[in-house]
């Protein structure tokens, strides 16, 4: 089945700097994308979802690429701000994946320090 | 508002013990999964159901059991909880169709003694 690696594991950057997530997944019919924020102690929140035919995402601070030929997609937070502090899963979703299932990356626990 | 509402927050089992975590979704979607997260692993998907009756084994579902009675309702059983079962607990609901995303629960955190 679908496999995602998540990278790195652990992120921190200062106050201002980018802070780049990278997914990589096997599923080369792999459809939908996801990103999620985790707050410490709280629930998955979604960030941004992205489909085939879109390349780039733009957010409020931060970018979401796609690259469907290296089955990459990352996500870019440009001056990261201590708010940022939390943990980001990718998600993606396959056609062949009866019910709309997730398989989620192992998350990315970012760390902004003023 | 709609919502995905767990219970309980917290709880502690012993080993060998009965655990029930229940699950509540005012969505009104069809499927409601069941994951567990650690360290490490992200969340990891247990148990999952298409609606009313249904229950689905996901990529961990050995030590677990679901039941679905009705589109609200989802509850994720361990009959004999081992300690290997400490995690933190995600209920979610989605609709069916492709990239739909999901409405997580607020989580419960289990402690198996």
């Known amino acids: 089945g679908e496999q995602v690696e998540q990278r790195p594991p652990h992120l921190s950057v200062r106050e201002g700097d980018s802070a780049v997530i990278t997914c990589t997944y096997t599923d080369p019919n792999s459809y939908y994308f996801f990103w999620y924020k985790q707050e410490p102690g709280a629930s998955l929140q979604l960030l941004m979802k992205v489909f085939s035919s879109t390349e780039i995402n733009e957010g409020q601070g931060f970018t979401v690429l796609l690259n469907k030929k290296d089955k990459r997609l990352s996500l870019n937070l440009t001056a990261a701000h201590p708010g940022d502090s939390a943990a980001y899963f990718c998600a993606v979703s396959a056609p062949n994946n009866a019910g709309a299932k997730l398989t989620f990356g192992g998350g990315t626990r970012l760390t902004v320090r003023p | 508002e709609a919502a995905v509402t767990q219970s309980p927050r917290n709880k502690v089992a012993v080993t060998g013990g009965k655990v029930t975590l229940s699950c509540n979704q005012t969505n009104n979607h069809n499927n409601m999964y069941w994951y567990r997260q650690d360290t490490g692993h992200g969340l990891r998907l247990i148990h999952y159901?298409?609606?009313?009756?249904?229950?689905e084994k996901g990529d961990i579902p050995d030590g677990y059991k679901a039941s679905r009675p009705s589109q609200e309702n989802f509850s994720l059983i361990l009959e004999l909880a081992t300690p290997s079962q400490t995690s933190v607990y995600f209920c979610?609901?989605?609709?069916?169709?492709?990239?739909?995303?999901?409405?997580f629960g607020s989580g419960t955190r289990l402690l198996v003694i």
């Open positions: 979610a609901s989605g609709d069916a169709g492709l990239g739909s995303d999901y409405t």
């Open positions: 159901s298409y609606g009313a009756g249904s229950t």
